[in-house]
């Protein structure tokens, strides 16, 4: 997606691994949101860290200045900084750069995970060009979650002469006043400034190291910009810069003597190049962190009684792979054009799909969540996750259960890291009753959460473990889990369950029901009955493919049961809802000694003593999540759990009733994500207002971009591609670098993670199906036309599946290998398929056999011809 002018004043675009930690790049071109140091870092500068560049005929300086647009307005300056000559009321920040010579027009387009920056202004001689990414490569966890920032330029010389171009990279050492050791070094690989410090001991969360990287032949440095106080270093350094030729290094050997001021001591790593006419020169340049420490940094946040000092601190998953920010930059510089190259695949791939553009844009910026602080990975690579995070603190730990339920593209992308999540949930969350935490606690080996479990989350557990097992094919996996898997589903009729989900074991989830929304719904609803349906599906599956004949009976019978109750009492034919609510204090009673999680008391809580009524409830309203397990359903290949027309209904219902063009006249007490004349669909309606709850359902006003996502994948999924279409649409304008940044969606912070259901548009649209269990992949397209392509991704393996005419289609890995033994697809029915192989034999209409191994760059065409 292009953006430029004020259309690029909140973009941060998140440069770092998987788990890494990352820096931003703004609209205009400034590195910024420094959030490498093992915590979130919002709205933050390191310095004077900044690229410049210079241009020179026969010696003499033509031109030089900063590689930034216009700093974006309010220009009165930040309440963030505290500082003599800085904050509110002096202006913008020196470090900003704004006071240097600039470009004036920027054009960013962000098409993630790449961003590619074109720099403009009349009086420059040269176009500049900027890449700016960090290796995303489905299947490749390892290359995927290097800590580092990777850029290149390119500079065309349209003139006449000879120009030497230099572009410099200048970045403060943040890491300490004390013991700073700022050193250039060189070796076959490339040219390095490291920026190290030796105030801190290796175990704190503050001992770390920068590394700055070229693989240019000519390079000049300074170690360390002028000391002094005030401006002295920016002016000597400007100076320096501006003059002909390169750098003249400086050192120095002890600490800042007189350093009352606080400066922070400055590197700078030039590149050089002549560029002949009509010649373009590529520069490189790499930016690589190591902060091997992670610590708690929340705990202390939420519980004051605790010693920030004292927080449990690990090792990052990254600093068991490299020993410096130096050994990084080290490993990549020679790989810095294979990593580039592999990552424009999935660029190139995933974005020629067909699928309308705000759809690809939605799905594309929300991978930006990977790479940034709302992600984790443990010591031994483990993946964890935030919901979401503030400005300087992850934001509700745990890999959450019932948020990260909708992030769908984690599982297909990174498989091996996806199962990682159940595997901690199941070892570290789970009660020996088979209550589940919703909350995974670090450091690993805590007691689990204690609060209460949450239905969508535990069922939840439940369905994303039979997603991963057909997404990986590995029964031995299922197997090992297995075991915590049935307890985690048996926990619903369990006596031991407090909140007495479905305690008859009838198939219906009654009693206090914990849920995503933060609050707990009483008596029998729509929305949380289909997760209980989906997993007790998914278990049955899994249940009989191990053999566990009785289990999957006992899950089939209360499928049934709970289908039909759900169809016949909770429709009302248009859609589903919860059961009509007991407006008596009865209801409360048997969970009145109960903990809530705002307040002490469950009456108190949940009674609404003016009205006499109960809070917090659905009632007869139309809910966005009412069919949710149906949605997860159709992700994980299961099939049916409610009715299709119903549920058609439904999504009918929704997009009717829930969904705003305009909010402009809308009511909305809770949070604001949606303004003005901006659209989206709201969590709960009540058409009939007179059956409006006094005190209804939290949240039900506000629009939050992962259940939206998630609820337009389902309509295409259904054939209502318009309707779902006017939801991304709306999603996306909201973020339309003006007023929002398009790679941070917001729910319960910044980052969130629950947006990542933006993928599930890409399986809604492909129509992809997979069960590597029995070697199957598929595709049944939700569009017909008379070409199509689509990216898609498993285990080991990614590449595109291509309608090339209507006699022809083609399988293409592009990366990794694909074993299969059946391929499905709609374009099948009716015609006879040919292969590289001969007539393929069907075994149904849309399925034929297909035993195939297909290594990277290989195909498999498929010719179609009708039966005679």
């Not at 309010?74 to 009321?89: E, P």
Request: with cysteine; hydrophobic share 35%; aromatic share 14%.
């Amino acid at each position: 997606m292009k953006y430029t002018a004020s259309h690029t004043n909140q973009i941060s675009f998140p440069l770092g691994g998987i788990g890494t930690g990352c820096i931003g790049l703004s609209g205009t071109g400034r590195l910024i949101d420094w959030e490498i140091f093992g915590r979130p870092n919002k709205e933050s500068y390191n310095g004077y860290s900044h690229f410049a560049v210079k241009l020179e005929k026969d010696g003499k300086v033509l031109d030089t200045r900063v590689l930034n647009g216009d700093l974006p307005p309010h220009y009165i300056g930040s309440t963030k900084t505290h500082w003599l000559h800085s904050g509110f009321g002096f202006g913008p920040d020196q470090i900003t750069m704004a006071g240097f010579p600039h470009f004036k027009d920027v054009v960013f387009q962000g098409d993630f995970p790449i961003a590619q920056l074109s720099f403009h202004d009349e009086t420059f001689p040269v176009p500049m060009e900027m890449k700016a990414f960090n290796p995303f490569i489905p299947s490749d966890d390892f290359h995927s979650s290097l800590p580092a920032a990777f850029f290149e330029f390119e500079v065309l010389n349209p003139t006449e002469d000879t120009l030497d171009c230099t572009i410099a990279l200048s970045v403060q050492n943040p890491t300490g006043l004390k013991g700073v050791r700022n050193r250039f070094c060189e070796n076959e690989n490339g040219k390095f400034l490291k920026l190290e410090c030796t105030e801190h001991s290796e175990d704190t969360p503050h001992f770390g190291s920068l590394c700055l990287a070229t693989d240019s032949d000519q390079v000049s440095f300074q170690e360390y910009w002028y000391r002094g106080g005030w401006s002295d270093g920016i002016e000597m350094f400007w100076r320096d810069f501006t003059a002909g030729g390169p750098l003249k290094n400086r050192r120095y050997e002890s600490d800042f003597s007189s350093n009352q001021q606080l400066v922070y001591d400055v590197g700078t790593l030039a590149a050089h190049n002549s560029i002949l006419p009509g010649e373009t020169k590529t520069f490189r340049f790499l930016l690589t962190w190591y902060y091997p420490n992670m610590s708690k940094h929340w705990e202390h946040r939420y519980h004051p009684e605790k010693k920030a000092e004292d927080a449990p601190v690990w090792k990052h998953y990254y600093a068991g792979l490299f020993s410096s920010a130096f050994d990084c930059a080290d490993y990549i510089l020679p790989r810095f054009q294979w990593l580039k190259s592999k990552t424009e695949l999935f660029q190139n791939a995933l974005l020629s799909s067909s699928l309308p553009a705000q759809e690809l844009d939605a799905i594309a910026s929300n991978l930006s969540t990977l790479k940034s602080p709302t992600v984790l990975r443990l010591t031994n690579g483990e993946f964890y996750g935030f919901e979401g995070v503030i400005s300087d603190c992850g934001c509700c730990e745990g890999s959450c259960q019932h948020v990260w339920n909708y992030a769908y593209a984690l599982p297909f992308l990174f498989p091996k890291l996806e199962r990682t999540m159940r595997e901690l949930e199941f070892r570290y969350s789970m009660r020996e009753d088979g209550r589940m935490g919703f909350r995974l606690i670090l450091p690993l080996g805590s007691p689990p959460d204690d609060f209460r479990a949450c239905v969508d989350g535990q069922m939840g557990a439940v369905i994303k473990t039979y997603r991963e097992w057909k997404i990986c094919g590995n029964n031995h996996w299922l197997e090992q889990l297995w075991p915590s898997v049935w307890k985690a589903l048996s926990y619903a009729w369990s006596p031991a369950n407090e909140d007495q989900w479905d305690l008859g074991q009838k198939g219906i989830i009654t009693g206090r029901q914990h849920h995503t929304l933060d609050m707990e719904l009483f008596g029998a609803n729509s929305w949380l009955e289909s997760f209980y349906l989906c997993a007790l599906k998914a278990a049955a599956e899994m249940a009989e493919a191990l053999s566990k004949h009785k289990e999957a009976e006992l899950c089939r019978e209360l499928l049934a049961e709970g289908k039909s109750f759900t169809e016949s009492q909770l429709y009302n034919g248009s859609y589903f809802h919860q059961a009509a609510v007991d407006n008596s204090l009865d209801t409360l009673l048997p969970f009145a000694d109960q903990p809530c999680l705002h307040g002490d008391s469950t009456m108190e809580v949940y009674w609404n003593a003016e009205k006499k009524e109960m809070k917090y409830q659905i009632g007869e309203g139309c809910m966005i999540d009412q069919v949710i397990g149906q949605w997860h359903a159709n992700n994980c290949g299961l099939g049916e759990i409610l009715d299709s027309a119903k549920v058609k209904h439904a999504l009918e219902s929704i997009y009717h009733y829930n969904y705003h063009p305009s909010v402009r006249n809308i009511v909305n007490p809770w949070r604001l994500y949606t303004l003005n004349d901006e659209g989206g669909v709201m969590i709960c309606t009540w058409p009939d207002e007179e059956k409006r709850p006094s005190i209804p359902l939290t949240y039900n006003s506000e629009t939050m971009a992962g259940f939206e996502y998630g609820v337009a994948a389902h309509m295409v999924q259904e054939g209502m591609l318009k309707e779902a279409h006017d939801i991304v649409v709306s999603i996306r304008d909201r973020y339309d670098g003006y007023k929002r940044n398009p790679y941070n969606e917001i729910e319960c912070g910044s980052n969130y993670a629950r947006s990542m259901a933006s993928y599930a548009l890409l399986l809604a649209y492909s129509g992809f199906q997979y069960d590597m269990t029995k070697g199957l992949l598929g595709f049944c397209p939700a569009i017909n036309a008379p070409a199509f392509r689509f990216f898609w991704s498993l285990e080991n393996a990614w590449g595109m599946f291509y309608k090339e005419d209507e006699t022809t289609a083609r399988l293409t890995v592009l990366y990794g290998t694909l074993q299969i033994k059946t391929f499905r697809c709609s374009l099948f029915r009716d015609k006879q398929v040919i292969t590289d192989f001969g007539a393929a034999v069907k075994t149904e209409p849309d399925t034929i056999k297909c035993p195939v191994t297909l290594k990277e760059g290989e195909s498999l065409i498929f010719r179609l011809e009708s039966k005679q």
